[in-house]
């Protein structure tokens, strides 16, 4: 059975805290009494691991929105990182990604403190998966599969090493949420727990429980024999903690909303790849309209879209002006569909990759002419040898990226467009309708 502990929580001026890293009270920085705690057991895991080599301990953070997941796992990797050289970190989170631009899942090696919000750090994973949407509401089983390929490598990589883990998780808890949660504790097997509840209902998830994660696996298939659960020998280590509003208070209204900070870390992520040449560039469309680009001919890449259909027909207009994840994938799975007659066009998939991301970039524009696509990116020459598929999501590119400047025309904007026409605008979401339940 699982061992549960539960407390108030105190004041303790140790740590940094709150969403940005940072939260400062009258006597200094103040940090949860327990979480204090809970990071002195893990280092004592961590050392009884490596005494009786057995595996490092796995700990997963889970909880609803806005309870402090993000910042607990801030906290207690830097806390981790002052006694230790290295930890792993699991991100599984395609909203708010840690270290990443959003929809990535990622795996990465951390040795280095976390300071900040997450698009002050970003950073190159260790291994990365382009989800290519900021919710798994649409490809549950495709999210699972990019999870349990992830923790491969993980096994893989890091735990012969003796790295511990931490997982941080999404904040939907609720329905399919639920379900995902208790797919992936089943999954992983975490030795360590970290439950956040709040006073609000809608953020909890019910208790953890034997009852809960004792249903039938469903996700065995996806990973190697050595990888697979094995749910009789499994006894984690539970804490509930309270959420940080408790604790601190409510967040104020003025705080970054999920968009927002959605936004702020795709923008840092761009801005790596539009300032790699134009560091004297102030404004973002200044720097997007001056980039340098690379040439890639069609052939040399597979295009994809991910979690919708569109005809081959439209892919190029569909990936001009787009922000893709670049990847590399096995060329055995790509379809040819030019033939003989158009040797050098571009080649499909019809699957959704569960590919290794390398990096982003812009299509600045495609040449129907030359058959090349036009790639703002910041890879080097080298990384670029290895790229052979695009892959296009949700991301798009701000409108700030796009604003005109002066008097001349700006690419992908234009004014000549009516959206009287029926169709010709995003459809509104019915939030006065209910649901059949």
């Known amino acids: 059975g699982t061992q549960s502990h539960n407390?108030?929580?105190?004041?303790?001026?140790?740590?940094?805290?709150?969403?940005?890293?940072?939260?400062?009270?009258?006597?200094?920085?103040?940090?949860?009494?327990?979480?204090e705690e809970i990071s002195q057991e893990m280092k004592a895991a961590i050392q009884s691991a490596a005494t009786a080599d057995a595996a490092p301990p796995v700990l997963l953070v889970c909880g609803g929105k806005d309870v402090g997941k993000s910042s607990f796992c801030r906290f207690l990797s830097n806390s981790l990182l002052n006694s230790y050289d290295k930890?792993?970190?699991?991100?599984?989170?395609?909203?708010?990604?840690?270290?990443?631009?959003?929809?990535v899942l990622a795996l990465h090696s951390l040795d280095e403190p976390i300071i900040g919000p997450p698009f002050t750090h970003q950073r190159d994973p260790h291994f990365g998966v382009?989800?290519?949407?900021?919710?798994?509401?649409?490809?549950?089983?495709?999210?699972?599969?990019?999870?349990?390929?992830?923790?491969?490598?993980?096994?893989?990589?890091?735990?012969?090493?003796?790295?511990?883990?931490?997982v941080n998780t999404q904040g939907w808890v609720q329905g399919m949420g639920l379900g995902l949660l208790l797919e992936i504790l089943q999954l992983l097997q975490p030795s360590h727990i970290v439950q956040f509840q709040s006073e609000s209902?809608?953020?909890?998830?019910?208790?953890?429980?034997?009852?809960?994660?004792?249903?039938?696996?469903?996700?065995?298939?996806?990973?190697?024999?050595?990888?697979?659960?094995?749910?009789?020998?499994?006894?984690?280590?539970?804490?509930?903690?309270?959420?940080?509003?408790?604790?601190?208070?409510?967040?104020?209204?003025?705080?970054?909303?999920?968009?927002?900070?959605?936004?702020?870390?795709?923008?840092?992520?761009?801005?790596?790849?539009?300032?790699?040449?134009?560091?004297?560039c102030a404004l973002p469309e200044e720097a997007l309209r001056l980039a340098p680009t690379v040439a890639i001919p069609w052939h040399q890449v597979a295009i994809h879209v991910m979690h919708c259909s569109v005809a081959r027909?439209?892919?190029?207009?569909?990936?001009?002006?787009s922000v893709v994840a670049l990847a590399k994938a096995d060329a055995s799975q790509f379809i040819s569909v030019g033939g003989e007659a158009f040797p050098h066009a571009p080649r499909f998939l019809d699957h959704d990759p569960l590919v290794h991301c390398l990096g982003f970039g812009i299509v600045r524009a495609?040449?129907?002419?030359?058959?090349?696509?036009?790639?703002?990116?910041?890879?080097?020459?080298?990384?670029?040898?290895?790229?052979?598929?695009?892959?296009?999501?949700?991301?798009e590119l701000l409108p700030s990226f796009l604003q005109k400047i002066g008097e001349e025309d700006v690419p992908y904007l234009s004014n000549q467009f009516s959206t009287s026409v029926m169709g010709a605008t995003v459809l509104k979401k019915r939030v006065n309708l209910k649901r059949r339940r």
């Not at 030359?370 to 890879?379: C, S, V």
């Open 201 to 280: 209902a809608s953020k909890n998830l019910p208790p953890l429980s034997d009852e809960l994660w004792s249903k039938e696996m469903s996700l065995g298939s996806f990973l190697p024999e050595h990888c697979k659960p094995v749910l009789d020998t499994w006894s984690p280590h539970v804490w509930c903690l309270s959420s940080a509003d408790l604790f601190y208070g409510a967040a104020s209204s003025s705080q970054p909303s999920a968009a927002t900070l959605r936004h702020l870390s795709l923008i840092a992520s761009l801005s790596s790849v539009l300032s790699l040449h134009n560091s004297t």
């Open 87 to 103: 930890i792993a970190f699991l991100e599984t989170d395609v909203g708010q990604s840690e270290f990443t631009a959003p929809a």
């Open 313 to 321: 027909s439209q892919m190029l207009y569909a990936f001009n002006g």
């Open 7 to 35: 407390g108030t929580q105190s004041l303790h001026t140790l740590r940094l805290w709150d969403e940005f890293g940072l939260m400062f009270g009258a006597s200094g920085c103040l940090t949860p009494h327990l979480w």
């Open 130 to 166: 382009f989800f290519g949407d900021v919710s798994p509401a649409d490809r549950p089983t495709f999210y699972l599969r990019c999870i349990a390929h992830l923790y491969h490598v993980y096994c893989e990589s890091f735990k012969p090493a003796g790295l511990p883990l931490i």
């Open 366 to 395: 495609v040449d129907m002419t030359n058959g090349l696509f036009h790639l703002i990116t910041d890879l080097t020459a080298e990384q670029l040898l290895s790229v052979n598929l695009l892959l296009k999501g949700s991301l």
